[in-house]
């Protein structure tokens, strides 16, 4: 799998998707892709000569910093990570939700509400960020992976 560092202008241009949808103005760390659209964000102590030095070695490298979101035709999917690094940054399209809807949210089901949105929302009860869901005219649609889901009881 390769990595790629985004390039000034790269960042810049995922910076202002992430303005335009979220509010954000600042991207604090380096943005890696991994694969077509996986994005991650490191923030350690090696710049992207170093990195870009264990890439040239042929180190495999699975993962670099955390997982910050992905990019999508209709644009960027924040993680629950991402979301939560970027929390006090975050602006616009934040979607709360009471404390019924967490569970629901938080076991992996979709949720059946009238949002008359259709773009990414960030997904918030009380002071928490639970990641990001995709709002249409009657549901948000749930991106929360399978091994992060709170299990059902039974």
């Known amino acids: 799998m390769t990595l790629h560092i985004f390039s000034k202008q790269e960042k810049q241009e995922i910076l202002e998707k992430l303005n335009e949808q979220f509010g954000i103005k600042e991207i604090p760390g380096i943005l890696i892709k991994i694969g077509q ?3 991650f ?4 102590s090696l710049n992207e000569d170093q990195l ?7 180190i495999f490298i699975e993962r670099v910093g955390i997982y910050f979101g992905k990019i999508q035709e209709d ?3 924040l993680s629950i990570d991402g979301a939560n690094l970027m929390k ?7 979607f709360e939700i009471s404390e019924k809807e967490v569970d629901i949210w938080m076991h ?29 005219q009657n549901k948000i649609t749930n991106f929360i992976p399978k091994s992060r889901r709170l299990k059902f009881k039974g």
Do not use: C, M, W
Not at 52 to 58: F, G, I, N, P, S
Not at 88 to 94: A, D, G, L, W
Not at 112 to 136: C, E
């Open 75 to 77: 644009g960027i999917r």
């Open 37 to 39: 659209e996986r994005i």
């Open 108 to 136: 992996g089901s979709e949720l059946n509400i009238p949002t008359n949105l259709h773009s990414f929302v960030i997904i918030k009860h009380k002071n928490d960020f639970l990641g990001t869901g995709k709002a249409s």
């Open 41 to 44: 964000l490191y923030q350690g």
């Open 52 to 58: 870009k030095t264990l890439e040239d070695e042929r």
């Open 88 to 94: 006090n940054q975050i602006t616009k399209n934040i």
